[in-house]
């Protein structure tokens, strides 16, 4: 017999195409068979081990989050419901062009102290790994040699490849420099990674030209690989930096994937439709595009990310020196408030759309769920003053929301033929956003149930075998028989999203069931302990 079949399925298989009813069957990690209307065809109906009756229920294949910040989390958290739940079967880690591997001791130390923000401190963790093969070995190993809790495909970080090759300075890369970050980035490929990530609001990264980021995403192309990046401006200057990267990676013959890509900003109301003209315009000719977006209107990063590029040249140490210094102090309140800095993506600072919503210091909650403007407001200090003390004496860990978005950007970019889902989950601070728990049933329950905006099969296509080809999974995303069974069952009239901004950390409803790698990991509605993920290598070309 076979391990599994779930029976009387309304098979939404990943393609985009119309549902059907069937019973699927699993063994040994895979998909065997789907029998299309099995009930109905008088025939032998299979037999396993086990029987599931999914009437009433979809049967998807597994999420896949394109733009995850899971990258310590995955090592020191087994349970990870906050993608488990929802249904999240791979996670794509190594974002924002900042992450823990390659790495040297120095470059190890200050990138941790640079996306503490994103990923906590690490003092749990033991990082035994300074190669991106290594690094996913750890991740295959995960607790105990068991694994991890989900799936993980990685992007080679550039501005940790520029941090380990030519530092923290604002300056070009000597010719020695960047055959040194080419070589890294090779190497990388070669061990797994599925293609390069870069934060181009974020130092060191923002430091490299286009010239740069064009030899390096020419490694990226001959590996088989794509370019992820945040790009240099959401706001003032989004569809000039968008266009930015289409020019670049077209010039490189790079496939590119356009990392959370939102409108946002009020110079941005209604302007998705721009947006949307120039991606359409390049794939007619041709281009290799797709992008991903989280379905709602707030953004979510670091308080230090917001300042500008020349106050963070040198690394975080370098950051906390300005800062302390009262006249340096100035300036930076002057290019956040008056000029809009670059790290503000060229808007200036509204204090009452900034929100902190996680801190490392205990002593600092009481400004957690607050404004900076809310907080200086009660304190009679200036916003800034609230800000900059913030940033000193939790040294630069504080996160924020920013409530700059639009909602019918958000709609009309969902959209759109090439979009997939990323959550950008920040699961740190006392008050995350809540896309980190609740992405996907929010597509699921609000833009396709409630909203219409998507049709139930368009929104599994684009949660599912849409990113299972961008990274060329060629087992993975879709219902057939021979494809690894990374699965979700779903009740399609309760599916909703629990997280909330009062309550991010609610998990959510209407799935029961998720198999990875043909094992649950969650059954009826339960977290079981089984760790079924491990690291998903590049396929190579």
Same mark, same amino acid.
């Given at each position: ?9 309304d ?34 109906r ?54 823990y ?20 401190h ?9 190669s ?26 550039q ?24 070589? &890294?980035?090779? /190497?990388? !490929?070669?061990? $797994? +990674? ?7 609001? *974020? =130092? %060191? #990264? ?15 192309a ?19 930096a ?13 496939p ?21 003209? &120039?991606?359409? /315009?390049? !794939?007619?000719? $041709? +281009? ?7 379905? *709602? =209107? %707030? #953004? ?58 996680g ?20 304190? $009679? ?18 996160t ?40 996907f049933?929010?597509y ?7 909203l219409?905006?998507l049709?139930?099969e ?33 009740d399609?009239a ?32 339960r ?15």
């Amino acid at each position: 017999m076979e391990d599994l079949v779930i029976r009387d399925a309304d098979v939404v298989d990943g393609t985009g195409g119309p549902s059907y009813r069937a019973d699927v069957v699993v063994d040994g990690g895979r998909i065997v068979s789907v029998v299309r209307e099995a009930a109905a065809a008088g025939c032998q109906r299979p037999r396993a081990t086990r029987e599931l009756d999914a009437e009433g229920l979809v049967l998807s294949p597994g999420f896949v989050d394109m733009h995850a910040h899971s990258d310590l989390a995955l090592l020191r958290d087994p349970d990870h419901s906050a993608k488990v739940a929802q249904g999240v079967t791979l996670e794509v880690i190594g974002q924002d062009g900042l992450s823990y591997a390659p790495v040297d001791d120095r470059t190890l130390g200050e990138v941790r102290r640079a996306i503490a923000g994103w990923n906590g401190h690490g003092d749990d963790v033991d990082f035994d790994w300074r190669s991106v093969g290594e690094y996913l070995d750890r991740l295959d190993r995960g607790f105990d040699g068991q694994g991890i809790a989900v799936n993980a495909a990685y992007l080679i970080p550039q501005g940790t490849v520029r941090a380990l090759a030519v530092g923290w300075e604002d300056r070009e890369a000597t010719g020695a420099e960047l055959d040194r970050m080419r070589q &890294l980035v090779a /190497e990388g !490929l070669e061990q $797994g +990674a599925v293609g390069m990530s870069s934060g181009l609001t *974020y =130092t %060191p #990264g923002m430091y490299a030209k286009d010239a740069e980021l064009t030899e390096l995403c020419r490694v990226v192309a001959r590996h088989g690989g794509y370019y992820c990046p945040h790009h240099r401006s959401y706001g003032a200057g989004a569809l000039e930096a968008y266009r930015e990267m289409v020019t670049l990676t077209g010039e490189a013959g790079c496939p590119l994937h356009l990392a959370h890509a939102t409108m946002n900003f009020g110079v941005n109301e209604g302007r998705a439709p721009e947006l949307l003209a &120039l991606l359409d /315009e390049a !794939l007619a000719a $041709g +281009a290799d595009i797709t992008l991903d977006t989280y379905p *709602y =209107t %707030p #953004g979510c990063t670091t308080l230090v990310a917001i300042l500008p590029s020349w106050a963070s040249e040198g690394g975080p140490e370098e950051i906390l020196r300005r800062l302390a210094d009262d006249a340096t102090a100035s300036r930076i309140r002057h290019h956040l408030e008056e000029v809009g800095s670059d790290g503000c993506h060229g808007v200036p600072v509204e204090w009452e759309t900034i929100e902190i919503s996680g801190v490392s210091d205990l002593s600092l909650t009481e400004y957690v769920g607050r404004t900076v403007a809310e907080s200086a407001a009660a304190r $009679g200090e200036t916003p800034w003053q609230v800000a900059r003390g913030l940033l000193l004496a939790d040294r630069l860990a504080p996160t924020i929301l920013q409530h700059v978005g639009h909602e019918e950007n958000v709609r009309t970019i969902m959209r759109h033929r090439v979009h997939t889902g990323g959550s950008d989950g920040i699961l740190q601070g006392a008050k995350p956003h809540p896309r980190a728990y609740g992405t996907f049933p929010h597509y699921l329950g609000r833009y396709v149930r409630e909203l219409g905006v998507l049709s139930l099969e368009e929104c599994v296509a684009h949660l599912t075998g849409r990113p299972a080809a961008r990274l060329r999974l060629p087992d993975r995303g879709l219902v057939r028989e021979g494809h690894r069974a990374d699965l979700v069952l779903f009740d399609p009239a309760t599916v909703a999203a629990g997280s909330t901004f009062e309550e991010p950390r609610a998990l959510p409803t209407g799935i029961p069931h998720v198999l990875i790698d043909g094992r649950f990991v969650v059954e009826d509605g339960r977290r079981t302990d089984v760790l079924a993920g491990r690291a998903v290598r590049r396929t190579p070309v």
